[in-house]
């Protein structure tokens, strides 16, 4: 049974935004953990997009190719991460994926829950 699913996905010409949303099942909890967004075109290896830091969701890092153009946050009472993507490029285009980590890093192997991804095509 997954624990978290993403939406919001799709196609969407350059220069547009597109929301992602990534929400956890029912029970389970992720207030404590760090959340982040990965993204993996084809052929290429998944990358860290963002992430965002436990709690409040005060403290967020973004890998510098979405730098001023994408915004996460979180909205713990929703149990609810989000992902606001400005300004898409075709190189944005990907499958996204939310995971959680209970450690702050950008290593994918330290995320232990994995949402199934949500495609975002960016056409020029």
């Known amino acids: 049974q997954a624990q978290l699913t993403e939406s919001g996905g799709g196609l969407v010409q350059a220069g547009g935004s597109l929301r992602l949303s990534c929400a956890a099942s029912a029970g389970r909890t992720f207030s404590r953990y760090v959340r982040g967004w990965f993204r993996q075109a084809p052929g290429k290896e998944r990358e860290f997009v963002a992430m965002?830091?436990?709690?409040?969701?005060?403290?967020?890092l973004y890998t510098d190719f979405v730098k001023g153009r994408f915004t996460i946050s979180r909205d713990n009472a929703k149990n609810t991460l989000y992902l606001q993507m400005n300004s898409l490029k075709p190189e944005d285009t990907a499958v996204y994926y939310c995971a959680a980590s209970p450690r702050w890093t950008t290593a994918p192997d330290s995320f232990d829950s994995w949402g199934q991804g949500t495609q975002v095509t960016v056409s020029s």
């Open positions: 965002i830091d436990s709690g409040s969701g005060q403290i967020a």
